[in-house]
T-cell receptor, first 111, second 113 residues
Framework: TQLLEQSPQFLSIQEGENLTVYCNSS?????LQWYRQEPGEGPVLLVT?????EVKKLKRLTFQFGDARKDSSLHITAAQPGDTGLYLC???????????FGEGTQLTVNP | DTAVSQTPKYLVTQMGNDKSIKCEQN?????MYWYKQDSKKFLKIMFS???????INETVPNRFSPKSPDKAHLNLHINSLELGDSAVYFC????????????FGQGTRLTVV
């Protein structure tokens, strides 16, 4: 079974600060996705990375896929209270439809 | 237009009862899933259907039985509910490919009392 470890598990910061969330595995994934979940809602896809070393930017969010396709990071610049939520990474297996989720990082951005 | 919709959103029931959760997607995806999210927010896959065929069946008690009448629907029936079944259950759908991106419903919060 492939496992994804996310760190940190909890993060509470002030508005305007930068932060990085990490997602690590000993397994290779065909793709790596990041989702954000707000209370009472389902996870919503933010980005998918598929190529080793790939970097994608979504406004103040920067996502990177490790060269070996085993790890990923999410960096948020100048965090805002609206960024508050549960961030989940998920790895797609090469063999098919299974997505393996990390344990999540609960981010709180205080005004 | 709701992409993945599941009902009900909340379900409170007594131990020993049988209940069902329904899910429908209008995205034209070929694969649907049931996930369970526990109190620590960990999302664990339970089942996956591809074109109505069961392709992932994790270690889930056989009190849980999924049914997919067609590609757009995946229901979950739970028999003899137990306290430990309390969780949020999410339905999701995707089109299987190199990057399998899942689209989730709003979740069903099941509370067994």
């Amino acid at each position: 079974t492939q496992l994804l470890e996310q760190s940190p598990q909890f993060l509470s910061i002030q508005e305007g600060e930068n932060l990085t969330v990490y997602c690590n595995s000993s397994s290779v994934f065909s793709s790596l996705q990041w989702y954000r979940q707000e209370p009472g809602e389902g996870p919503v896809l933010l980005v998918t990375v598929v190529t080793g070393g790939e970097v994608k930017k979504l406004k103040r969010l920067t996502f990177q896929f490790g060269d070996a396709r085993k790890d990923s990071s999410l960096h948020i610049t100048a965090a805002q209270p609206g960024d508050t939520g549960l961030y989940l990474c998920a790895g797609g297996e090469t063999s098919g439809s299974r997505l393996t989720f990390g344990e999540g990082t609960q981010l709180t951005v205080n005004p | 237009d709701t992409a993945v919709s599941q009902t009900p959103k909340y379900l409170v029931t007594q131990m020993g009862n049988d209940k069902s959760i329904k899910c429908e997607q209008n995205l034209g995806h070929d694969t649907m899933y049931w996930y369970k999210q526990d109190s620590k927010k960990f999302l664990k896959i339970m089942f996956s259907y591809n074109n109505k065929e069961l392709i992932i069946n994790e270690t889930v008690p056989n009190r849980f039985s999924p049914k997919s009448p067609d590609k757009a629907h995946l229901n979950l029936h739970i028999n003899s509910l137990e306290l430990g079944d309390s969780a949020v259950y999410f339905c999701a759908s995707s089109h299987v490919g190199r990057s399998t991106e899942a689209f989730f419903g709003q979740g069903t919060r099941l509370t067994v009392v």
